[in-house]
């Protein structure tokens, strides 16, 4: 079996999902179940015996040292994260907790465990560490997409504690030997994912017939992957991936985040038409976020030439497929949106400037 921690996240939750479709190996998913761990993204595999769900929390040294002796699990994935940047600058401790101190305390835990194991089961284990492409800090838009060799140089505090996270599980590699893996993803977008990102929260305000926000002039640049591509990734570097290498997965798709509201836009037009016209009337340009990376790009020639993995959607129709899942899911939306999910939003985005 495998251990996955953050398995009730947007990520997390649909790995474990892919894999369970995929395989009966059974997955021991530990989770805090904090306001971005959803147990209805769960749902459908609730009453799964491959499914033995666990809450608690990765900085908790016991719970892991015990998960680890009980379930004996031949890998781990490690997705257990505070995620959102917008977070991270109103409340940086949260992140430098969970992404730094919970990385620490399951590598060390994993160290521990590994150290214990003999003959093929220790030649076969891995520490599959996911961390994400904000790590390489920004991009001008001539410059060349991110590859592994890129310096970390990251410039929120969210992208600095999953940059300090790669780092340890580096230094757990190369110090201790532990078969540790990195994967640095660009932007994911998908089912399950909750609307504090900028997709799901286009299709939730749209509906709602409120403000799309989009910071600053709206030309800030990502590469854009669909999860599922994202977890058939995950799965190759656990079957292939080679101890102490990093491998960039990203989605050939770069365009800015104005382009990804309107296409979400259009979208809606077609498939939800509302009585008051476009949706893209409801866009509305707020002020920049402090420290927003201008472009990121993601160069996967390494995943694809060693590994063999290709992103298989294309952004049109991994966002066709997103949109009308959100549609499709009415009550997973309403159930998400709880009065402190309304409250961060409010505060967050209530300055509208202009709209255009």
Known sequence: MILVTGGAGFIGGNFILDWLAGCNEPVIDLDALTYAGNLETLADIADDPRHVLVQGDVCDRDLIAGLLEKYRPRAIVHFAAESHVDRSIHGPGEFIRTNIEGTFVMLEAARAYWNALGGVEKAAFRFHHISTDEVYGSLTADEAPFTEENPHRPNS????????????????????????????????????????????????????????????????????????????????????????????????????????????????????????????????????????????????????????????????????????????????????????????????????????
């Open 157 to 356: 505090p969210y992208a600095a504690s999953k940059a300090a996270s790669d780092h340890l599980a580096r230094a757990w590699f190369h110090t201790y030997e532990l078969p540790v893996v990195v994967t640095n993803c660009s932007n994911n977008y998908g089912p399950y994912q909750f609307p504090e990102k900028l997709i799901p929260l286009t299709i939730v305000n749209a509906l709602a017939g409120q403000p799309l926000p989009v910071y600053g002039d709206g030309k800030n640049v990502r590469d854009w992957l669909y999860v599922g591509d994202h977890c058939r990734a995950i799965r190759a570097v656990l079957e292939g991936g080679r101890p102490g290498e990093i491998y960039n997965v990203g989605g050939h798709c770069e365009k800015t985040n104005v382009d990804i509201v309107r296409t979400v836009c259009a979208l809606l037009d077609d498939m939800w038409p509302s009585e008051g016209g476009s949706y893209a009337r409801l866009i509305s340009f707020v002020t920049d976020r402090p420290g927003h990376d201008r472009r990121y790009a993601i160069d996967a020639s390494k995943i694809e030439r060693e590994l063999g993995w290709k992103p298989e959607e294309t952004f049109e129709t991994g966002i066709r497929k997103t949109v009308q899942w959100y549609l499709a899911h009415p009550k997973w939306v309403a159930n998400v949106q709880s009065g402190a999910y309304r409250e961060w939003i409010d505060r967050q985005y209530g300055g509208a400037e202009t709209a255009q």
